[in-house]
């Protein structure tokens, strides 16, 4: 499994707005990606710092979405929300615990 990492930084008071826009207009589509076993997104609602980790069957599926401009395109729709610029990684995932 793959996991790609995205930080980033809204302004805290618009941080249901952006779970609520990212809920209705990138999980449909993210969810018929090939690959994609989820998502998990954090925020710390005093200083707007927050993480989201997708979850990919293989590397090739996680980058798959960067070629078609996936990605991109997510950012775009958001990019009146961050107040800096997203940093985004990718990791194997070397370790999984779901007891």
Same mark, same amino acid.
Request: aromatic letters at 14%; charged letters at 30%.
């Given at each position: ?65 960067? *070629? ?19 940093? *985004? ?11």
């Amino acid at each position: 499994m793959y996991a790609r990492l995205t930080i980033s930084r809204i302004s805290p008071d618009r941080i249901d707005e952006f779970k609520k826009r990212y809920e209705e207009t990138v999980l449909p589509t993210t969810r018929s990606l090939k690959g994609y076993r989820g998502v998990y997104a954090l925020a710390d609602r005093k200083t707007g710092n927050g993480v989201f980790i997708t979850f990919w069957e293989s590397e090739e599926d996680a980058l798959a979405n960067e *070629r078609d401009r996936f990605y991109q395109e997510v950012v775009a729709k958001f990019i009146t929300f961050y107040k800096t610029p997203p940093i *985004r990684e990718g990791y194997e995932v070397i370790l999984q615990d779901n007891p």
